[in-house]
C-alpha cells in the first residue's frame, strides 16, 4: 500500500484464529510502503496484540517498523499502529 491503511482482523474467522490474525498481520506489514503505516485491528477474544503480536512483529521486522499500541476499541478489539521505516 502506498498509503496509511487499516488491516481489520477482529471479525468473522478472526475471532477463532490467532494463527489466521498473525499471518494476515505479517503480510499487511510486508504489504505496507516505506513511508507509511497500517493500523492492525485485532480481535478481542485473544487479548492485547501487545502480549503475542509485537514481539513477533519485531523479531520478524526488525528496525524496519515501528510499533505502537494506539487503543482498545469501543467494539471491544485493539489497535496497533505499525510504521514502515526501510
Known sequence: MDRDWTMDLEH????QDIDLIIND???AVE???VGCYVN?????TFGSPVDY?????NE????KINVKYIDQCGC?????????LG
Not at 60 to 63: A, E, G, L, S, T
Open 76 to 84: 471491544g478489539g485493539y489497535v496497533l499502529r505499525v510504521w514502515k
Open 31 to 33: 504489504e505496507t510502503n
Open 60 to 63: 520478524v521486522f526488525k528496525n
Open 25 to 27: 498481520a505479517l503480510k
Open 40 to 44: 492492525l485491528v485485532t480481535a478481542a
Open 53 to 57: 503480536l509485537n514481539p513477533l512483529l
Open 12 to 15: 468473522d474467522e478472526y475471532e
